[in-house]
């Protein structure tokens, strides 16, 4: 039990919802307090079933006294769930959600403090690599940008709307060093569709730029 409280304060959040577990809960279940950062005072309690399985942990992560830190298990064990106070105030602002193995697959953020996700990040969750972020930078409750990583972690595309309208309206590449590689964009008929490219050299300066000048969507003049 004492290796699973480490491993929790380590790790950052199943598909499925997990069950809230009142004082009720944790009166039926054993008690295990721990002090990570050895102050003298227990940071960690872990709540185990009769079957000596993890049902609950709590912590504080920073020492003030209050737990900013929770996770969720089955009764059988296995994670279902984290929330993370991650600034300390009080709030849950970070949710980390695993599959039915107890594997990462997505973290869902409140970045603005206002009380709305706006961001999600799924994972692979036999590689625990990041695959995809997509990001609500506008306010809205759904994505307007979604960046695309490789095998590797780095990044590979992203894909904006800029306008918010919900279409896609520009598209970037980006070469292994993390350096744009080249840009699309939906300039003209609003559809989904690029009609201009703007490519880069490795070192971050511009390259050619290509147009779309009969309207197949495919560069056929580069400047």
Request: hydrophobic letters at 30%; charged letters at 35%; zero cysteines.
């Amino acid at each position: 039990m004492r290796s699973m409280a480490a491993l929790f304060l380590g790790m950052a959040l199943v598909a499925a919802p997990a069950v809230q577990l009142t004082a009720q809960d944790k009166a039926g279940l054993l008690k295990e307090e721990q002090d990570s950062n050895k102050d003298g005072k227990p940071d960690t309690w872990t709540y185990s079933n009769n079957a000596g399985k993890i049902e609950l942990i709590e912590a504080d992560t920073n020492g003030d006294g209050k737990i900013d830190k929770t996770r969720y298990f089955t009764k059988e064990g296995i994670a279902v769930k984290t929330e993370t106070d991650t600034d300390f105030d009080g709030t849950i602002d970070e949710f980390t959600y695993f599959n039915e193995k107890g594997e990462k697959v997505r973290v869902e953020k409140d970045t603005k403090k206002n009380g709305k996700i706006d961001q999600w990040q799924y994972y692979n969750p036999a590689t625990g690599k990041l695959e995809k972020v997509e990001l609500s930078t506008k306010g809205a409750d759904k994505p307007d940008q979604v960046v695309f990583y490789t095998a590797d972690g780095a990044k590979e595309r992203m894909e904006v709307d800029t306008n918010g309208d919900g279409i896609t309206d520009q598209w970037v590449e980006y070469y292994p060093n993390g350096k744009k590689k080249e840009i699309a964009y939906d300039n003209k008929g609003k559809d989904g569709k690029p009609d201009v490219w703007q490519k880069y050299n490795e070192d971050g300066s511009k390259g050619q730029a290509g147009f779309d000048t009969d309207g197949d969507n495919k560069p056929d003049v580069w400047q």
